[in-house]
């Protein structure tokens, strides 16, 4: 079972977020948006999940964790550098695996996962170029039944947010 745990400074600097995130062993993405860290975790299920990961979070008072279960998570293996996560709300709902089945046949998506949680789907998005990501980014702006998406900006790639409606 896969999930992403993200989480939100309330005080701390994004250093002392990731050196506080690393003391649990956990390997933390920076990144630019509506969250500051996100940590990707396999686990054999919730209580698991919970056990090893979110309790340990939840002792780091300067941070607000939401956590997205993947019910479905497709991947590929294309070598280019992760530069965003886009989280993706889909209306109407069941349009949510016609989504779902467009982004993975989609150049440049490197994992899609159906999760549970505000969004529908969580994109992570390779690219070379600040362009190709940009064709990215519109072409999942375009397929049917995207509403919403916001880009988390990985740290050390290219800084910048976007949102569509």
């Not at 940590?39 to 340990?56: F, G, M, P, T, W």
């Not at 994992?111 to 362009?131: C, Q, W």
Request: with cysteine.
């Amino acid at each position: 079972m896969h999930a992403y745990v993200m989480t939100k400074r309330r005080s701390a600097t994004h250093e002392d977020l990731v050196k506080r995130i690393n003391a649990f062993d956990l390997v933390p993405v920076q990144v630019y948006g509506n969250f500051d860290v996100i940590v990707e975790v396999d686990v054999a299920n919730e209580e698991d999940l919970y056990d090893k990961y979110i309790r340990s979070l939840n002792l780091i008072e300067e941070i607000k964790c939401t956590t997205y279960l993947a019910v479905k998570t497709w991947s590929s293996k294309s070598g280019n550098s992760l530069l965003a996560y886009i989280l993706i709300s889909v209306k109407p709902p069941s349009l949510i695996d016609s989504v779902y089945e467009s982004l993975h046949n989609m150049h440049g998506i490197e994992k899609v996962s159906i999760v549970l949680g505000e969004e529908d789907i969580i994109a992570s998005v390779a690219a070379v170029r600040e362009e190709e990501l940009n064709r990215i980014l519109e072409s999942i702006a375009g397929v049917d039944g995207v509403y919403r998406t916001s880009t988390l900006i990985k740290v050390g790639g290219l800084i910048r947010k976007s949102s569509v409606l």
